[in-house]
């Protein structure tokens, strides 16, 4: 199957199943491009440090829709050459419902690991936290960072969460 039908049928998953297959997805991807995040305000702080170096202000702090932004997301990685074949298992095999619960903190924190997933593709980042102040490289491993990229990378985080770039 193509990349494209893998997007359509993660396209057509209910809500909680595109959520479940999102986390599932992003756990095991993690695996293979850690992150080194600790906690979600770290994972904000990556987000507001991409946007801030691109001169894009802040960052969305939650999808507005997110068994929507999670459909994108699980869309976009598995037309990634490093997530389409992960991607692709998870797909064809939905996670149960069994799990997760249902409150919007658990689908915000899934869909903002699942775009972080989708930024370790395209660039490394390297947290560090020193007297209380947060700082974040970024490092594109073929290329030197250049604030094109940089916009590019934050469009997408932009549409992935719902909202216009």
């Known amino acids: 199957m193509t990349s494209e039908i893998h997007a359509e049928r993660a396209d057509a998953l209910p809500d909680r199943a595109a959520l479940l ?13 850690p992150t080194g995040l600790t906690n ?10 991409l946007f801030a170096q691109a001169g894009a202000g802040e960052p969305p702090l939650r999808a507005d829709d997110p ?27 939905p996670p149960e419902d069994d799990q997760m619960g249902g409150d919007d903190l658990v689908a915000d924190l899934t869909v903002l690991a699942g775009v972080l997933a989708f930024l370790r593709l395209h660039v490394a980042f390297r947290f560090k936290r020193d007297d209380g102040r947060s700082t974040v490289e970024f490092r594109f491993e073929k290329k030197p960072v250049s604030d094109g990229m940089l916009a590019t990378l934050v469009r997408s985080v932009l549409s992935l969460m719902n909202r216009e770039p």
Request: proline fraction near 2%; aromatic fraction near 2%.
């Open 67 to 93: 068994p929507a932004a999670a459909r994108r997301v699980l869309a976009a990685l598995v037309r990634e050459e490093g997530a389409r074949k992960l991607v692709e298992e998870v797909l064809a095999d």
């Open 40 to 49: 979600v305000l770290q994972a904000h702080d990556v987000l507001r440090e």
């Open 21 to 33: 297959a999102l986390e599932e997805a992003t756990h095991e991807l993690g695996r293979t491009y």
